[in-house]
């Protein structure tokens, strides 16, 4: 099973979890059996507007089902409720530390965002 | 005869001069366009009643049926107003700038169009002999130029009218100036007043508009900084309004000074007089 964590560099799993979502620098995408990590570039991160929206849209074209932020606003999160994506929250930390976390189930699923909207 | 108000810096005394101008005059019809906060009506005390009508904007909505789910207009719209996921198209009213390219490009006539209230305009004919209207954009909505359209539509070309602009140099800004006959730009002597005041001088420009500066919060030894620009770019002062205590707490109070101080009355006739000759 891949999951999808958002990546503030793409060295690997030492990488630390970007707290944005929809500006995350890269999508970390991990092969859970094989702990293995592949990055995606976000090519929402410069959107002039809806950037979760559009990195939701990315994750869903890569039919991830699974990912881990620190921060999940309210359209981003309609987006991957939509999307049938699982939302996990953590505070920070490395790839291969938040993987761990969610292996032993230590993670909280999100059920609504984690901040009010912004505009832009 | 349209005036517009603009600043480039917000907080400079852009409605202070609007209205103290606007009620020094006769015959004159006042517009607040600064949709986002406007606040002219704490000095000049209009009673709307329940004169209101509503500015709406066109956003797409799906016809699910003919929607094919190509993603055309997801790829298409620059905001990101459109996602797909699995055959649900999900439209995110609050983004989108009503450009109508979505529904322009997509090949099945899927998109049709749907209603947001983007704000309201509000209005009355007579305070102290001043036509007042003021447009208020909503909450959360993205752009403030519809609301400045539609209140433009209720200019009354007999009369001369002051438009209260909002602060920046950017489209709201622009769609309050673009029409008018004349631009009196207000601005501080400060360093920040000048930085913004040279931003707001570039747009007037670019519009070509006659134009003039009015100082306030003036003081003898600061205006220096934009007296100097003023005369190298030759641009005329119309008027200094001095960074005076009284002029202070009259607007901390909702007073327009020239009621407390009458004599500015004549000299905001005399800008007007200054201007007419420059349109004539």
């Known amino acids: 099973m891949k999951i999808a964590l958002t990546a503030a560099d793409n060295t690997g799993l030492e990488a630390k979890v970007d707290p944005r979502f929809g500006r995350a620098s890269y999508f970390g995408i991990v092969d859970l059996e094989l702990m293995e990590v592949e990055f995606i570039d976000n090519s929402a991160a410069n959107a002039s507007s809806g950037a979760g929206i559009q990195a939701a849209q990315l994750l869903s074209d890569q039919e991830i089902e699974t990912l881990i932020s620190v921060k999940v606003g309210p359209k981003a999160f309609d987006a991957l409720q939509s999307a049938g994506i699982d939302i996990y929250t953590v505070d920070g930390g490395k790839l291969k530390e938040v993987v761990e976390l969610y292996k032993n189930e230590n993670l909280n699923k999100l059920d609504n965002p984690t901040n009010p909207g912004h505009m832009g | ?280």
Not at chain 2, 28 to 37: G, I, S, Y
């Open chain 2, 1 to 280: 005869m349209k005036i517009t108000i603009l600043s480039g810096k917000g907080g400079t005394g852009k409605t202070t001069v609007a209205t103290n101008l606007a009620l020094s005059l006769n015959n004159a019809q006042f517009l607040d366009a600064d949709v986002e906060e406007p606040n002219s009506y704490i000095f000049v005390k209009p009673n709307f009643a329940d004169r209101k009508e509503l500015v709406w904007r066109e956003v797409p909505k799906i016809d699910q049926e003919k929607c094919t789910n190509c993603q055309e207009c997801v790829e298409f719209c620059e905001y990101n107003a459109l996602a797909s996921f699995g055959n649900d198209l999900m439209v995110f009213p609050e983004l989108c700038h009503s450009c109508g390219g979505c529904k322009h490009i997509c090949p099945e006539g899927a998109i049709i169009e749907d209603n947001k209230e983007a704000g309201q305009i509000k209005w009355t004919p007579d305070v102290n002999g001043l036509e007042f209207w003021q447009g208020e954009l909503n909450i959360g909505e993205i752009s403030a130029v519809p609301v400045i359209e539609q209140l433009k539509e209720h200019i009354n070309e007999e009369k001369t009218v002051i438009m209260d602009a909002p602060p920046g140099t950017t489209c709201p800004t622009v769609e309050a100036a673009i029409d008018s006959d004349y631009c009196i730009i207000v601005t501080e002597p400060t360093p920040f007043g000048l930085h913004d005041l040279k931003m707001a001088v570039e747009v007037v420009k670019k519009l070509d508009k006659p134009y003039g500066v009015i100082i306030n919060r003036s003081e003898n030894d600061a205006n220096q900084i934009i007296e100097d620009y003023c005369t190298a770019e030759d641009i005329p002062i119309l008027l200094r309004i001095p960074f005076k205590r009284q002029i202070a707490e009259l607007y901390s109070e909702g007073f327009p000074f020239i009621e407390e101080l009458p004599e500015w009355q004549e000299r905001f006739k005399e800008v007007l007089g200054e201007i007419e000759k420059v349109i004539e």
